[in-house]
């Protein structure tokens, strides 16, 4: 299994939009900012805590990309989520903000 913390980061400052269903069902969202992210996941400052391995969706640039929240933490007056992407979003962000070199 690889260590995903070995693999290299991007840190940004990008608006994202979290949904997510709670225990009861209740569709929930919250604005937030992608700090920094990896092939794997990313770290997401958000106005609201998340309950561990919700599933999110993170609007972000157009696009919507699928992850899980494996761990968070309080950060004075906001929360610092942990996510890791389901397995077919891996990556995908990444080309995102690095879409290579221009042609």
Not at 15 to 44: F, P, T, Y
């Amino acid at each position: 299994m690889r260590d995903r913390r070995d693999e290299s980061r991007t840190l940004t400052k990008e608006r994202v939009e979290l949904q997510w269903s709670d225990a009861a069902d209740i569709e929930r969202s919250c604005l937030g900012l992608l700090r920094e992210l990896s092939r794997s996941g990313g770290c997401v400052q958000s106005e609201r805590a998340v309950q561990l391995q919700t599933t999110v969706r993170i609007l972000v640039r157009g696009g919507e990309h699928l992850a899980r929240v494996r761990s968070y933490v309080r950060a004075e007056r906001s929360y610092m989520l942990s996510l890791e992407f389901d397995p077919e979003f891996q990556g995908l962000l990444m080309k995102v903000f690095d879409p290579g070199p221009h042609s």
